[in-house]
């Protein structure tokens, strides 16, 4: 819901993928690493995410806020228990961490 625009690629050797990216000039900002396990329902996607340093939580991706909030409601959740920030506004207002600050995130995933 807050706009944020994702693409997803499969990659099957990440090594060799940043060798590729690196040659054509570019340098990785920040490398995250999280555990997430998805499900759907309704046509919604609702997951499970694990990041380093802090608890696990659940995501729901809608169409619309509306579907969010219905599926948040069937799993027991009420409007006020949810938040429209991303990953990074989570643990920046929730926590007090930068997460732009850490180059490398990839502790306490499994």
């Known amino acids: 819901m807050d706009g944020t625009n994702e693409i997803e690629v499969e990659v099957s050797d990440f090594e060799a993928t940043n060798k590729i990216l690196e040659k054509l000039g570019y340098n990785y900002k920040n490398y995250q690493e ?40 069937k799993l027991g959740y009420k409007k006020e228990d949810t938040t429209t920030l991303g990953i990074t506004g989570i643990y920046e207002q929730v926590y007090n961490i930068n997460l732009l600050n850490i180059r490398e995130l990839k502790d306490k995933v499994d």
């Not at 919604?44 to 409601?73: C, F, R």
């Open 34 to 73: 999280n555990k997430r396990v998805s499900y759907k329902l309704d046509g919604v996607m609702v997951e499970i995410d694990s990041w380093p340093l802090i608890p696990t939580h659940l995501e729901i991706e809608g169409k619309n806020a509306e579907e969010v909030y219905q599926v948040a409601e």
